[in-house]
Each structure stands twice: as structure tokens, then as C-alpha cells.
């Protein structure tokens, strides 16, 4: 049974931080590239980071480059994002999601794997 779980949202002011934490009852996390995910009311699910099994790819979507980071700590079975000058258009539900491939992808239908989200809204 594969649980991720995410934690970390909360309500924040814009220029404002955030970290997001997803921890993966994976047995082989180390085999598994990690994605997160957002999803606003009426809308998708959008990528916005990746990370490959290793940490040494790391990918982001346009609209977060420079502000947004995301590692992965294999030792502890735990992808992070950190978040950094966060802005109202980032208010969402984020999911993290594990894919059993060594590189991330964008597409979230490759993903078996999520988690059941946390918010984070950010305040004007």
C-alpha cells in the first residue's frame, strides 16, 4: 500500500514562504521520480516540479521558476517544495505524486501514485 502524504500548506501573505513536505510509505523511494502538482477550483491538475530519482534533474513549470525549489531527502523518504515570494495566483491544492521511471514528467496521468493534498492560499 503506497501513502504520500503532504503537509506544510497554510495561509500566507504575498512575498511570503511556504515549505511543503510529502512523506512516501515507499519501500524503494529511491526508485521512484517525485512531481508536484496544483489544482485551483474548475481546473486541472498543473505540474509544477519535478525531481528525478536521484535529485540530479530537477524541472519546473514557467510560472514558478526562481521562486520555488524542490529536493528530496531519500534517507528519510521525503520530497520538499520550497516555496519563496509566493503570490495570490499560487492559492491551490498541492499534491505531491511518485512515478515508478528514474526522470519526472509533466504529464499528471503518468503519475499512479498521489497524495491526498494540502492547501495553501496566499493572501493580496
Known amino acids: 500500500q503506497v501513502q504520500l502524504v503532504e503537509s506544510g500548506g497554510g495561509l500566507v501573505q504575498a512575498g511570503g514562504s511556504l515549505r511543503l513536505s510529502c512523506a512516501a510509505s515507499?519501500?524503494?523511494?529511491?526508485?521512484?521520480?517525485m512531481g508536484w502538482f496544483r489544482q485551483t477550483p474548475g481546473k486541472e491538475r498543473a505540474f509544477v516540479a519535478g525531481?528525478?530519482?536521484?535529485?540530479?534533474?530537477?524541472n519546473y513549470a514557467d510560472s514558478v521558476k526562481g521562486r520555488f525549489t524542490i529536493s528530496r531527502d531519500n534517507t528519510k523518504n521525503t520530497v520538499y517544495l520550497q516555496m519563496n515570494s509566493l503570490k495570490p495566483e499560487d492559492t491551490a491544492v498541492y499534491y505531491c505524486?511518485?512515478?515508478?521511471?528514474?526522470?519526472?514528467?509533466?504529464?499528471?496521468?503518468?503519475?499512479?501514485?498521489w497524495g491526498q493534498g494540502t492547501q495553501v492560499t496566499v493572501s493580496s
Open positions: 515507499l519501500s524503494t523511494f529511491s526508485s521512484y521520480a
Open positions: 505524486a511518485a512515478d515508478h521511471e528514474m526522470e519526472p514528467t509533466t504529464i499528471p496521468q503518468r503519475y499512479p501514485y
Open positions: 525531481i528525478s530519482r536521484s535529485g540530479g534533474i530537477r
